[in-house]
């Protein structure tokens, strides 16, 4: 018998994770190999930020492309719902990945005000060149 469209949705959702992915795996062996010490996913900072060098008050967010809208730049679309242009679920996704990145853009400026410095890397980022990724913490430190 054939699965229903709705449960392979949920199949392949499920396997999304928010947490320990392998960009965000890279990042942090690129930031130990260089000395930083840090703490995971600090549940009492707004956003709960991926690294947290909390000596340093350094917070750092590993985005991924989809689902904090980058992917329509790196596929170069003009816009976030030319992205979805055909799509029959536009309605679900781009209204999703707006409030995604309206809530990153409410963390920066909360953190921000408490003193923090928020760091920011894609995904695609890490996954071209995770050096670079690991210098703008260094830099941010320094």
């Not at 600090?42 to 340093?56: A, E, F, H, Q, Y």
């Not at 992917?71 to 003009?78: A, I, T």
């Not at 816009?79 to 996704?93: H, K, M, R, V």
């Not at 990153?104 to 005000?113: H, I, S």
Request: hydrophobic content about 35%.
């Amino acid at each position: 018998m054939a699965r229903r469209p709705e449960a392979v949705v949920s199949d392949v959702m499920r396997r999304v994770r928010s947490r320990d992915t392998s960009p965000e795996k890279a990042l942090r062996k690129a930031l130990w190999a260089r000395g930083l010490r840090y703490r995971l996913h600090c549940k009492r900072l707004p956003g709960n930020p991926d690294i947290v060098l909390p000596s340093r008050r350094v917070a750092v967010f590993v985005d991924g492309d989809f689902w904090h809208g980058n992917q329509w730049k790196l596929r170069g679309f003009p816009s976030l719902e030319a992205q979805f242009d055909g799509s029959t679920n536009a309605g679900y996704w781009v209204p999703k990945i707006r409030r995604n990145m309206e809530r990153d853009a409410t963390t920066d400026k909360c953190l921000t005000e408490m003193g923090w410095r928020v760091i920011r890397c894609w995904e695609s980022d890490i996954r071209k060149d995770v050096n670079s990724c690991a210098q703008r913490v260094v830099e941010a430190i320094q």
